[in-house]
């Protein structure tokens, strides 16, 4: 079970759009549509942004989307905020109720 | 509405066990509804999940620490807690307790971690 490959950094202006990548095996991003991401601020627990691919929990903005594509999954975040700059973490379930996350990626608003 | 807050010892020695509680209120954890897991975070590191457990009883381990972890619940105290054996230097992390659902629905984050404890520091050094 290795973790899913992330970019490590990505950087976008104020109203920008930037989109992450997620990428794992046809063990488990490829299998399920259950990939989930988190925001994670330094010192903070991690924030629930995106679940079951595409899905928002109530009170997380529009502005964060997910997609999927074969084996990788995608974390788009448009009209970049200052607010955004964080740790963001995809996870997916694979079998048998275990999980794997990504290596995460560190996005910076210039 | 859950919530979660993990404890226990900051400091563990080398070879010794590392042991963490996660005390759950706004709800039961004899609930049917969720599963009850472990992640952690190791310095400049990214997120790993260690395990989780089911109200049964029924427990799933990371494969690459599975000789190591054990993940129990005790619902008496609404509490269930992590035991980490044999522990190295690569055991310091942040240890976070969190909630995945195992029920889908309208709104129902379907395995995905929704409820997260605020995390502890352990530090593995003698």
Known sequence: QS???????????????????????????GRYNLVSWYQHHPGKAPKLMIYEGSKRPSGVSNRFSGSKSGNTASLTISGLQAEDEADYYCCSYADSITYVFGTGTRVTVL | QLQLQESGPGLVKPSE??????????????????????????????????????????????????????????????????????????????????????????????????????????????
């Not at chain 2, 599963?35 to 790993?48: A, C, D, M, T, V």
Request: charged letters at 10%; proline letters at 4%.
């Open chain 1, 3 to 29: 973790a899913l490959t992330q970019p490590a950094s990505v950087s976008g202006s104020p109203g920008q759009s930037i989109t992450i990548s997620c990428t794992g095996t046809s063990s488990d991003v």
């Open chain 2, 17 to 126: 066990t590392l042991s963490l509680t996660c005390t759950v209120s706004g709800g039961s954890i004899s609930s049917s509804s969720y599963y009850w897991g472990w992640i952690r975070q190791p310095p400049g590191k990214g997120l790993e999940w260690l395990g989780s457990i089911y109200y049964s009883g029924s427990t799933y381990y990371n494969p690459s620490l599975k000789s190591r972890v054990t993940i129990s619940v005790d619902a008496s105290k609404n509490q269930f807690s992590l035991k980490l054996s044999s522990v190295t230097a690569a055991d310091t992390a942040v240890y976070y307790c969190a909630t995945h659902p195992e029920y889908s629905g309208y709104g129902v984050a379907f395995r995905a971690f929704d409820m997260w404890g605020q995390g502890t520091m352990v530090t593995v050094s003698s």
